[in-house]
């Protein structure tokens, strides 16, 4: 402990080293050979050096600086009825790195976020299997073959407002409904395995126990590939938000069928036709007919800095940077064009690049106050380019609310701001 405080720069003379040792002292030898006067941020000792701070029993659970209020999900009045169902959009553009802190991960509910007790929640197992089963928390945590994973779960919706044009502005509202969390629970595969499924069972229904029952029907194939049951995420248990304490993890797939609060999993011979697969997630076309069990998240990308929430704030170098994705696995390659898809330039990937997570990217640039039309395009592991919006609507007409994947335009202006535009 005393060693540790050796190094707290308590006093002005040890202020003063430690802002040299970190890389300061060029800055300050620049601004004294221009002839400017000394900067009192570095020659005068600031409150934070002169008292002491709270200690270590002031946040027994840690929050962000009071610095950093600003940075948290956002809803959009309008778009619903009321807040019981609705979406709090992820701040993309106030986010770095891969990983979506659990405070921040978007929240989508049908019925508000139910509070249940753990000790109190089952998970049964039946329909066609020779063994019904239910599980307690305490038993799934008991089950051998636990795993870590790391995916993005989207919902189909992200984007649905801007099927007929640009509308919301910032990537946080049209870009803003995924999330990317390392998951640790059991795959999916060895608790159908207990329980003996039925050679005729071919579609598993996940069922929700908050009041809005949530219900979707999988494929029995996908259910037993790499879908989990899991109960924390990024290290700690699931946030009530996301299902706590048991939630169904469908990687790549549409985030709707990522069941919350999972209480049930039937076996049967064929889908449910339930509401969220015949109303809803589904998109009508042209010619009238629906695309239905639409799963798979096809490749997508966007630029979250600059965008509408984070202008470019000063001439010269600056980093640009956003997120690409796919359903179908790993990102292989993400372009970047400044001239509204004219010419593309091969963006860095930073981090590691896993299937059916968010992959990071950045491009370091030189500005000079040039107006700018900044897209990305993504491309995954099976050859899936990432297309232009107009060629989505050529295909699926202008009536969908879902998939929409298309290329994103970001008008950046001489001045910095920035605005959410589409080319014609
Ligand atoms: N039980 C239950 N599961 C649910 C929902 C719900 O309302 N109830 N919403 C679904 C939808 S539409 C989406 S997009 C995702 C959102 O997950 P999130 O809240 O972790 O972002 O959860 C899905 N699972
Ligand atoms: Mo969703």
Redesign the pocket.
């Known amino acids: 402990m005393s060693d540790a405080r050796k190094d707290r720069p308590t006093s002005r003379r040890s202020f003063l080293a430690a802002a040299a040792g970190a890389g300061a002292l060029a800055t300050t030898g620049r601004a004294q050979a221009q002839g400017q006067k000394p900067d009192p941020l570095i020659t005068e000792p600031q409150d934070w050096n002169r008292f002491l701070g709270p200690g270590v029993d002031a946040a027994p659970y840690g929050k962000p600086s009071r610095f950093e209020a600003g940075v948290v999900r956002r809803h959009v009045g309008w778009l619903t009825a009321d807040t019981i ?1 609705s ?1 709090n959009f992820t701040p993309l553009h106030q986010l770095d790195g891969i990983v979506t802190p659990n405070g921040l ?7 508000g976020v139910p509070e249940i007790e753990p000790g109190k929640h089952r998970l049964m197992v039946h329909g066609l299997v020779e063994k019904p089963l239910v599980f307690t928390m305490d038993d799934l945590k008991r089950f051998p073959g636990r795993v870590n994973k790391l995916y993005f ?5 992200n984007g649905g407002m801007e099927w007929r044009g640009a509308q919301l502005n910032g990537c946080q509202f049209t870009h803003g ?1 995924i ?1 990317n969390v390392w998951y640790t629970g059991v795959p999916l595969k060895t608790l159908l395995d207990e329980a003996g499924m039925r050679t005729n069972g071919k579609w598993l229904l996940a ?4 009041a ?3 219900t ?1 029907s999988i494929p029995i194939e996908k259910a037993m590939k790499d879908c989990l049951v899991v109960w924390a995420m990024n290290g700690e248990a699931l946030r009530p ?3 706590y304490p048991l ?2 993890v469908v990687p790549g797939w ?9 209480r049930r999993l039937e076996i049967g011979d064929q889908p449910w036709q339930q509401r ?1 697969e015949t109303s809803k ?1 589904t998109d009508l076309l042209a010619d009238g007919r629906s695309r239905r069990f639409t799963f798979v998240m096809d490749a997508k990308s966007v630029v979250t800095n600059p965008s509408p929430q984070a202008p470019l704030r000063q001439k010269g170098p600056n980093v640009l940077t956003g997120l690409a994705w796919s359903g179908r696995g790993a990102i292989t390659r993400v372009d970047v064009s400044i001239d509204g898809g004219r010419n593309w330039r091969n963006a860095r990937i930073d981090g590691p690049v896993l299937p059916m997570s968010l992959t990071r990217f950045y491009v370091d640039f030189d500005w000079q106050g040039e107006d700018m039309l900044i897209q990305s395009r993504a491309m995954d592991e099976t050859g899936y380019v990432q297309p232009t919006k107009d060629e989505l609507r050529k295909v699926r007409g202008v009536n969908s609310i879902y998939h929409n994947n298309g290329i994103q335009t970001w008008h950046v202006k001489p001045n910095g701001e920035t605005e959410n535009v589409e080319i014609l």
């Open positions: 169902s979406i991960c978007f929240e989508r509910h049908h019925a779960l989207e919902c189909a919706a409904m999330h069922e929700g126990a908050d809005s029952l949530m979707r938000e996301q299902g939630r169904l549409e985030g709707n069928m990522w069941i919350k609060w999972l969220e997630y």
